[in-house]
Every structure is written in C-alpha cells, then in structure tokens.
C-alpha cells in the first residue's frame, strides 16, 4: 500500500506517531530516543521512523511547515494507516508576557483565520480542541518527569509572524483571546484528528518570545526539546 504522499506498507506505521515539522528532528528523536528503528518513508525527503520506546511502537514522521502539508500528512496518516493518536512536538513564539522562551506549551485548543475547514468538508470551525484524554496523559506523563507544562489556547497561523510588516496589525487580525502561542500547524492536525475522530494533541518549545529576547544556545534549546520529546512519548505508554 501507499498513499500520494508515503510509501509505508500499512503495518510499518505504528498506531501512535509523533510529528515534529522537521524531518532530520525526525531523525534526531529515531537516533536518540528509540531502538530497533527502521526507516519507514522517503518520499519527498519526509524521512519518517518507527521503533520501539520502552517496548512500545511509536512512528516518528515529520509534518513539514504550514497547515496544508500537516493536513496532508495527518489526513493520509489517519485514513489510510488506522493510526490512533498523533501528538505534534513543534517549535513556536510566543507575544503573552506570561510565556518565556524555551517554555514547554500544550495546546488546549488551536484557533485558525483559515479557509481550510471551508474546503475540506464544509466545515466552518476556527477553534478546534485537543483529544481531552490525550492531552490528560500527556500532562501526567509530565508530571511524572517534574517537567512544568504551559497549557492554554495557541494561534495557528499562515503567516510567519515575524515577517510580518505591522505586528500590532497583525496581532489585532485575531479575537482578544489569552493565546499563548503563535505557530503554523497545530490546527490543521486538531481539525483532521477529529474529522477522523482519532487523538490529536499538540506539544511547543517557546523558541522566540515578544517579552524575552534572549538568544538561545543549542545545548539550551536542546535540553528543552528533549523534554517535549520525553513528554510526548512517556504519554504513549500510560
Ligand atoms: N511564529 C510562527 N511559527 C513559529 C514561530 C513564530 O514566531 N516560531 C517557531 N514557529
């Protein structure tokens, strides 16, 4: 079997997957956190893995940037390999002065300006919410591993909003809802899990912030990312 987009046989795909949007952190989790890995997908350079954490079989695939490429993958994920959950661990930014960099986030619900639902299933929904169930394992897991957790509402986005020519205007473009993220897919990810009535959930590393201007260092942002990693995948064996 394969779908337009991965070339996986059904059963190389395990029913809980991780996403991060980048394919060599794909490979970075697959060298670093789990064993008996075999590589599962070339297509398009989406390099994706699954192996075994703790004895549980988890696939690592990577999203790519934007809502349409993790509408794609999480669509073809969902419909045609029976996955189960998909937890995305992606980076964000942040404007609440309540959010410093390099904070781990768990997105409650994920609000889009988006025409997406509109033309996938003439859905009409900005604000859709993470699985309740996924998101409590994943704030156990957390607490088992006395990592801190930052969970509230995050804005996808299609835009980078660092590039944008009038942050003020573009902040003013979204309902004065207490967001505490800005990133690119986590809707599109909320919105097919649950069209598919699947487990979607969403982990961030707050890697620019609006009241911290600190400049990371690679050990500073890797420490970070290992937790959100570690958390990701503790939650799968609860
Ligand atoms: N905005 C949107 N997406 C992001 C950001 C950001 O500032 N940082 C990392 N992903």
């Known amino acids: 079997m394969s779908t337009p987009h991965i070339e996986s046989k059904k059963e190389e795909i395990a029913p809980y997957v991780l996403m991060p949007g980048d394919p060599l952190r794909a490979k970075y989790i697959a060298d670093n956190f789990l064993e008996d890995v075999q590589m599962v997908n070339r297509v398009r350079n989406m390099f994706a893995y699954t192996g ?19 509408g794609i993958y999480s669509y073809e994920l969902f419909k045609f390999y029976d996955v ?34 509109k033309l996938l299933d003439d859905g009409n929904d900005n604000l859709v919410e993470a699985s309740i169930d996924l998101n409590r394992k ?28 009038d942050k003020e205007k573009y902040r003013s473009n979204y309902p004065k809802r207490d967001f505490i ?22 982990l ?4 620019d912030s609006l009241f911290d201007d600190k400049n990371l260092t690679i050990e500073e942002r890797e420490k970070s990312l ?8 503790e939650s799968m064996i609860d």
């Open 52 to 70: 075994t954490y703790k004895g549980k079989r988890v696939t690592v695939f990577p999203s790519g940037m934007g809502v349409p490429s993790m």
């Open 84 to 117: 189960k959950k998909i937890i995305r661990i992606g980076t964000c930014g942040s404007f609440n002065e309540n959010i410093k960099c390099l904070d781990v986030i768990l997105a409650e619900k994920a609000y889009c300006k988006t025409y997406f639902d």
């Open 138 to 165: 994943i704030m156990n897991a957390a607490k088992r591993n006395g990592i801190d957790l930052k969970i509230g509402e995050v804005i996808t986005s299609d835009v980078f909003d660092l590039y944008c020519d």
């Open 181 to 202: 993220a800005v990133e690119m897919e986590a809707y599109g990810l909320l919105y097919i899990a649950r069209k598919f009535q699947r487990e979607g959930a969403c």
């Open 204 to 207: 961030l590393t707050v890697v």
């Open 226 to 233: 290992n937790e959100m990693i570690k958390v990701a995948l």
